[in-house]
């Protein structure tokens, strides 16, 4: 019913940047909210950022990443700076989509995109 599209990944030098791009098409009425996640190896999958009005970051990557949104193209952004090693992990895109109604009314869906591989190192 829904997918989300990420784009950006790769790998990137210390210090260096990238910006991870993730589109959300299909059966879509609205999007309250959308962010990003990632998963380290051997790690559990953890919040980076969140947007839906306010932005909310992980301490972690406060000052060095932005997330950013454009509600026309259903669309979620995420600037990155200053990476560290750290910050190798799969990132993963989110979104809480409202459905298009049905005869049953409107009905609201989490979903996840597939991630996108962030590679820092030199």
């Known amino acids: 019913q829904v997918q989300l599209v990420e784009s950006g990944g790769g790998l990137v030098q210390p210090g260096g940047s990238l910006r991870l791009s993730c589109a959300a098409s299909?059966?879509?009425?609205?999007?309250?909210?959308m962010g990003w996640y990632r998963q380290a190896p051997g790690k559990q999958r953890e919040l980076v950022a969140t947007i839906d009005g306010d932005t909310n970051y992980a301490d972690s990557v406060k000052g060095r990443f932005t997330i950013s949104r454009d509600h026309a193209k259903n669309t979620v952004y995420l600037q990155m700076n200053s990476l560290e090693p750290e910050d190798t992990a799969v990132y993963y895109c989110?979104?809480?989509?409202?459905?298009?109604?049905?005869?049953?009314?409107?009905?609201?869906?989490?979903?996840w995109g597939q991630g996108t591989l962030v590679t820092v190192s030199s």
């Open positions: 299909g059966s879509i009425f609205s999007i309250n909210g």
């Open positions: 989110n979104a809480n989509v409202i459905l298009m109604p049905t005869i049953t009314g409107y009905r609201s869906l989490e979903v």
